[in-house]
């Protein structure tokens, strides 16, 4: 494993779509590496995407609130940077089915136009993009392993996969070092809060909070990846200060499958909350994807990292985290909005 | 092997990029087969549509010209269809890496745009899909068969796999029943012509036949299978034919390699040409792909089918069509333009 202060220490980084979940989590972390960040959010609302996200860190870095096709904004921000974690997208399952053209120009177009960017202002850099578990769809096989085919249940998976495709051909033909992450689905603080459209792990955490009833969908017997996000935040750094891990595309997650009816009775006994088992809605039922864990083995080879938070204890830190800031990422008149 | 005047006679078939190559001699076919054709064709400049391609079967099918973005033409003409088979697309490789936005617009989102349009108004018509080759970029191993990774050297071939996945999804996600193809090098009667940006073979009869000097790039050595059109327009029908190819990414090819050199050699042997081994131009360098053939065993399995026409008998009905034709697909004033 590198050192990371060494490796980003005084380095000049971008992180876009750096105010939200991933991304704000990653500046903080760098800020303490002494890293120079500046972040680039479009703000969307409803993304992620969050000022509080950075409280007590907002004078080490920079924050330019602008979207990744904003040329101008973007192309000063790129000169002369080491690093790019390029993080900004539009994240939600159901909807990209509803809404695929809004998904096409929100993920590729801008992604392409960003790369395009790169390529006419700054190759020299190394960049880190984050795609994730959905592009692999239905599991064919178990554990996931980067050779398993794309498979996705959604539009947004398919989009993941073609930005992928974008930073490896830009990789090979143009020389721009771009590592690939596949991420499972990570949690922990300063994930959005206000709906269930990226993920359902937050929004049961909500619900206890708010003293809710949880609903978990079927019976609660599908298995998925839980990452706690420094973990995730690790893999990320690790697999950009690694020269051997450009050009290549990595899972990243913990490969322990956990169920969604553990994860609700984890948060249930720490909360006091109830759970409840109901059947699928309808606009879910075609985009289920079953059982999903992945095969990190690569990373952990090609790095050195390895996840190092247990389940019990990121879920903890989350908890705690929004038991103090829960009035930062939801408003409880807004509790029955849609999901 | 499907019968195939009983899958076709007295079927409702739409071919998008009709006015193509493949689509003329695939709409050709299906006319011979007793099928109600439509075709819808863009007609854009330099792109392969030519009117001339259905000559003598004008009267037997319907001719749109449209793109497929143009949902008013293309819900009427969808309505009903039993078989789709999507062949519109724009295609360059150097072009696509220089104008890649150009080419999400005119690939990705107009083909989203057509799958939305099937989706909400005709579920039941089984679709094939042509992608190519282009998908899997340079070869990691040969022969390349279907479980090869994307690695496109071009945005192009990025544009082909998204749209494949595009296909996957609804025949997943919606239950429209599509077959996705990926073609080797495809050659014979009615390709364009005027400019060699979509292969070389069809540019080298063309040289052959205005008297000039070929120019084969590189050392003549690199590998490429080339397939007969009306071996891909069989493989294409038998693969529409046979559902459980359906939900399927397929191969289509010879899966026999030939070197550039020795294509050079034959068509020279034919028509008293000449050609020279030059330097790759630079913009050809990056984008390159090395030697690359099919692994065709799958399709072949799956449907019976198998090529029948060897190299020679196809490259002989090739040059006797152009020398009939040449007019109708170049004009010797134009016979320097850009390559």
Same mark, same amino acid.
């Given at each position: 494993? =590198?050192?990371?202060?060494?490796?980003?220490?005084?380095? =000049?980084?971008?992180?876009?779509?750096?105010?939200?979940?991933?991304?704000?989590?990653?500046?903080?972390?760098?800020?303490?590496?002494?890293?120079?960040?500046?972040?680039?959010?479009?703000?969307?609302?409803?993304?992620?995407?969050?000022?509080?996200?950075?409280?007590?860190?907002?004078?080490?870095?920079?924050?330019?609130?602008?979207?990744? =096709?904003?040329?101008? %904004?973007?192309?000063?921000?790129?000169?002369?940077?080491?690093?790019?974690?390029?993080?900004?997208?539009?994240?939600?399952?159901?909807?990209?089915?509803?809404?695929?053209?809004?998904?096409?120009?929100?993920?590729?177009?801008?992604?392409?136009?960003?790369?395009?960017?790169?390529?006419?202002?700054?190759?020299?850099?190394?960049?880190?993009?984050?795609?994730?578990?959905?592009?692999?769809?239905?599991?064919?096989?178990?554990?996931?392993?980067?050779?398993?085919?794309?498979?996705?249940?959604?539009?947004?998976?398919?989009?993941? +996969?073609? %930005?992928?495709?974008?930073?490896?051909?830009?990789?090979? %033909?143009?020389?721009?070092?771009?590592?690939?992450?596949?991420?499972?689905?990570?949690?922990?603080?300063?994930?959005?809060?206000?709906?269930?459209?990226?993920?359902?792990?937050?929004?049961?955490?909500?619900?206890?909070?708010?003293?809710?009833?949880?609903?978990?969908?079927?019976?609660?017997?599908?298995?998925?990846?839980?990452?706690?996000?420094?973990?995730?935040?690790?893999?990320?750094?690790?697999?950009? +200060?690694?020269?051997?891990?450009?050009?290549?595309?990595?899972?990243?997650?913990?490969?322990?499958?956990?169920?969604?009816?553990?994860?609700?009775?984890?948060?249930?006994?720490?909360?006091?909350?109830?759970?409840?088992?109901?059947?699928?809605?309808?606009?879910?039922?075609?985009?289920?994807?079953?059982?999903?864990?992945?095969?990190?083995?690569?990373?952990?080879?090609?790095?050195?990292?390895?996840?190092?938070?247990?389940?019990?204890?990121?879920?903890?830190?989350?908890?705690?985290?929004?038991?103090?800031?829960?009035?930062?990422?939801?408003?409880? +008149?807004?509790?029955?909005?849609?999901?």
């Amino acid at each position: 494993m =590198k050192q990371l202060s060494e490796v980003f220490g005084d380095k =000049k980084v971008l992180i876009t779509g750096g105010l939200g979940f991933l991304g704000s989590n990653l500046a903080r972390r760098l800020v303490e590496l002494s890293a120079h960040v500046s972040v680039v959010d479009s703000l969307v609302p409803d993304q992620g995407g969050n000022r509080f996200n950075i409280e007590g860190i907002e004078d080490r870095l920079e924050v330019q609130v602008a979207d990744i =096709k904003d040329t101008e %904004v973007v192309s000063r921000l790129v000169r002369g940077c080491d690093y790019v974690f390029n993080l900004a997208a539009r994240t939600s399952h159901v909807r990209s089915i509803e809404q695929p053209l809004e998904d096409l120009e929100a993920n590729c177009r801008s992604q392409l136009l960003f790369l395009e960017l790169l390529k006419a202002t700054n190759r020299d850099c190394r960049v880190i993009y984050t795609g994730s578990r959905s592009q692999y769809g239905r599991a064919l096989y178990l554990p996931v392993d980067e050779e398993h085919p794309f498979n996705a249940m959604d539009t947004n998976g398919v989009h993941k +996969a073609t %930005v992928e495709m974008y930073h490896l051909l830009y990789s090979r %033909v143009f020389g721009i070092r771009c590592t690939c992450l596949r991420l499972s689905n990570v949690y922990g603080p300063r994930h959005q809060m206000s709906h269930s459209r990226q993920g359902f792990i937050h929004w049961f955490i909500r619900l206890a909070l708010s003293s809710q009833n949880i609903e978990v969908f079927g019976d609660g017997t599908h298995q998925r990846d839980f990452i706690f996000v420094d973990d995730a935040i690790e893999a990320m750094l690790q697999a950009a +200060a690694e020269p051997s891990c450009y050009g290549e595309a990595l899972n990243v997650g913990t490969g322990i499958p956990l169920t969604i009816g553990e994860i609700a009775s984890r948060i249930a006994a720490r909360t006091g909350c109830t759970y409840d088992l109901v059947p699928f809605p309808e606009d879910f039922l075609n985009v289920e994807i079953g059982d999903l864990y992945l095969d990190v083995s690569r990373i952990m080879r090609m790095t050195g990292w390895a996840p190092e938070v247990g389940f019990d204890d990121g879920l903890d830190t989350t908890l705690d985290f929004y038991r103090r800031h829960g009035d930062k990422y939801w408003n409880d +008149a807004d509790a029955n909005m849609i999901r």
